[in-house]
């Protein structure tokens, strides 16, 4: 994960179950009028329709578009298909990758941050989720990757907004915090969002990973009585004290290696015994990256840490962690 971020060009990820809006986003980029060149890559059983006006050239399954965006398909692999389009990297400069509303983003994150041929050129820059505000119920009751597409995005589109009451939009709001307290959230109308909030977000850039107190509030609801309950959620600690840097490193490194498929995201600032700097950690399922930042200066040196994933044991978690604090 340790990548060079100059030398690379950004991917975002784009997820959502069937009819959230992903099509009509896409449809957006490559017609609008933005001034951002984007390579697009729909999966399969898009459809995204494209105006034949709007073409300039068409060339081994490749769309190049009148505004400087270009377009292509998945027809077998996702790797073939972005060797194909690193062949004319200088004609973009980000990939957006749509994918299937039925599959979990999680293993082709996975991939990115596994596959040297792909990481040498291309960096997962964030993953992003669009919601159907108005049939994102049915999705959750019926569904479990709809949890795990909420679940490992840094950035969620409340969508069809406009469709469904302030009171329901807020309902909505509160389960999605319950299962990622630390994405972005914006609530949209035809999935029209400015390109700025889903492109180049730095997503898992750890200069650009925070744990603010939004990350908290959840905090409240694990009590509560919920229509819609799953196995998928998040826990959120916040606590004193100074970590052992060794302990620590047991203790995730056991975590991951016994729970990691089930650890679907992790992050966190901790104050590291011995060290003035601050400690920021993230991790993709097994996969795991840590260094230091920053230092305290006069900022109340503590630890925070949010944990989403599946079957997560809050009170195991805590004592795990609290644990590796420096006696």
Not at 197 to 216: A, M, P, Q
Not at 294 to 318: A, S, T, Y
């Amino acid at each position: 994960m340790n990548i060079e971020n100059d030398k690379t060009i950004p991917v975002t990820l784009l997820t959502g179950f069937l009819g959230a809006g992903k099509t009509t986003l896409l449809n957006h980029i490559l017609k609008g009028k933005h001034g951002k060149r984007i390579a697009v890559i729909e999966n399969e059983f898009g459809d995204i329709g494209i105006d034949s006006d709007l073409i300039v050239g068409k060339n081994d399954e490749i769309f190049e578009m009148e505004n400087g965006c270009i377009c292509c398909s998945v027809r077998s692999d996702l790797i073939e298909t972005l060797n194909r389009l690193m062949d004319r990297q200088d004609q973009f400069d980000y990939v957006l990758i749509e994918g299937t509303g039925l599959a979990s983003p999680g293993p082709v994150a996975q991939a990115f941050l596994l596959e040297d041929d792909i990481t040498r050129s291309l960096q997962l820059d964030g993953i992003v989720t669009l919601i159907d505000s108005k049939h994102v119920w049915n999705h959750l009751d019926d569904i479990e990757v709809a949890w795990e597409q909420i679940a490992f995005s840094h950035v969620l589109l409340l969508n069809k907004s406009d469709l469904v009451s302030t009171e329901e939009l807020q309902k909505l709001e509160r389960y999605v915090r319950r299962i990622n307290p630390t994405a972005t959230l914006f609530n949209t109308q035809n999935a029209e969002i400015d390109l700025d909030h889903v492109l180049n977000i730095g997503g898992f850039d750890l200069n650009r990973t925070s744990v603010s107190d939004s990350g908290f509030l959840n905090s409240g609801l694990h009590n509560d009585h919920h229509e819609h309950e799953s196995d998928v959620t998040s826990v959120s600690l916040a606590f004193a004290g100074t970590i052992d840097p060794e302990k620590l490193n047991h203790w995730l490194r056991m975590l991951l290696i016994m729970e990691g498929m089930d650890v679907f995201r992790a992050k966190g600032i901790l104050s590291v015994k011995d060290s003035p700097d601050r400690f920021i950690f993230q991790s993709v399922y097994m996969m795991f990256e840590g260094r230091f930042d920053k230092p305290w200066n006069n900022k109340p040196r503590e630890n925070k840490m949010v944990f989403i994933g599946r079957n997560l044991d809050q009170e195991r978690l805590e004592k795990g962690i609290k644990s590796c604090i420096d006696a």
